[in-house]
């Protein structure tokens, strides 16, 4: 945690499931970024199941019906806006000045283009958690950057003037011994947010790694 007055630079890196959201938070600077903090957001919410995958009507069925989506969608959105302020207001009042947040999302394809119904439910549900998140943070202020994850990594050794294999290298290290368990989705909300502060601090080399 910063010390008390200061204003640590810091960025958020997000990477959406259907209904929540990994989040890690990456202080600054670019050069040697620490992961501050990692968890998770809620998109949904849990009195509602159904709103988890709200364009699904059961199992293996698509939900087509605009008047049962409409209040489900709405409380997505809700859930999304409540939970980027309670994030942002902890953060801000612990001393970090956050410069921006970075999304990973699995696809940007447009889910109409999609012919098989069980599989544009599940597009449709990625673009409003998406959405979701991008609107709550936008909202409260944080420029946003989305990035699909096939071009993550190949993104960020541009950026970080490293390759694909050393960005790897550096975001397990960050996370090494710190936090059990660091899966792909804490890497990938990592690498989002690093891209943030390093395309605020303009392209730089990742340290000590080339």
Known sequence: ??????????ALGFRVKSGWATVVLLSGPARAPAVAERGQVVLS??????????????????????AALAPLIEIVHRCARRS??????????????LVGAGIV???????????NPHIRAHACEGRLFRTALEGGLQGCGVTVTVVVERVLYPTAA??????????????MALGRGRFP?????DKAATVAAWLVLAAQAGSVPMPGIG
Request: proline share 9%.
């Open 1 to 10: 945690m910063p010390a008390a007055g200061t204003q640590v630079p810091a």
């Open 45 to 66: 919410d849990p009195a509602v199941p159904h709103s988890r995958q709200p364009y699904h009507a059961d199992t293996g069925v698509a939900q087509t019906d605009r």
């Open 84 to 97: 980027i302020a309670q994030l942002l207001a902890r953060h801000r009042a612990a001393g970090y000045r």
């Open 105 to 115: 999302v699995g696809s940007d394809a447009p889910p109409e283009g999609i012919a």
């Open 158 to 171: 541009t950026l970080l003037k490293g390759s694909e294999a050393s960005v790897k290298q550096a975001v």
């Open 181 to 185: 368990g660091w899966r792909a989705d």
